[in-house]
């Protein structure tokens, strides 16, 4: 255990370090014409990593894929990058689009540095953070509350841009790739 807190403390250096390289930035909505999605579930050792890819705004379904593998990280509050990082980019291999929206948190991270922006730095894109609920630690304005989930850059896009994009593919409270995302990776269907 002393091993790992030791690792974790390297690790969350590196969070800090390449926090300073996220670039937040407008995004014009107009030249948006796909978002996709992302999001991952587990069921014991096995990762299943579900991506959709969406018209914008009119979320029409263009693509979905379905990927699984062996998790090889266990979860450890605010390193939840080191356990999905390897499944979101398996499901996200040779795919194309504008925006992604990454289920897990951005800059709404104590390390200002969660998945979203992890995903973003590596692919070189647009990426939006949307969570089920804030991170403790987390100052306010790192977030911004959307129907029933919490919006935060990731990478390549600002907070205001974020948001807009997530309220034009609001249904029920929630962004509707993410929610076909979820749905494909947990369940297999649409």
């Not at 690792?7 to 670039?23: G, M, T």
Request: aromatic share 8%.
């Amino acid at each position: 255990m002393i091993e790992l807190n030791k690792k974790l403390e390297r690790i969350a250096e590196v969070q800090w370090k390449l926090a300073a390289r996220v670039v937040e930035r407008p995004l014009k909505l107009e030249d948006i014409e796909t978002v996709g999605a992302v999001d991952v579930s587990y069921r014991g050792s096995l990762a299943r990593s579900a991506f959709i890819l969406c018209s914008f705004p009119s979320c029409k379904v263009l693509k979905s894929k379905v990927m699984e593998t062996e998790v090889s990280f266990p979860y450890v509050s605010t390193f939840f990058f080191l356990r999905e990082t390897r499944s979101v980019l398996l499901a996200l291999r040779g795919e194309e689009f504008e925006v992604l929206l990454v289920e897990g948190h951005g800059r709404a991270h104590p390390r200002g540095y969660g998945l979203a922006s992890h995903i973003g730095l590596l692919l070189h894109k647009p990426t939006i953070g949307v969570a089920k609920r804030p991170l403790r630690g987390v100052p306010e304005e790192s977030f911004v509350r959307v129907g029933k989930v919490y919006v935060s850059v990731g990478h390549l896009i600002d907070l205001n841009s974020a948001v807009r994009i997530v309220e034009a593919l609001l249904e029920r409270g929630y962004p509707k790739p993410l929610k076909l995302a979820d749905r494909l990776s947990k369940r297999g269907i649409l």
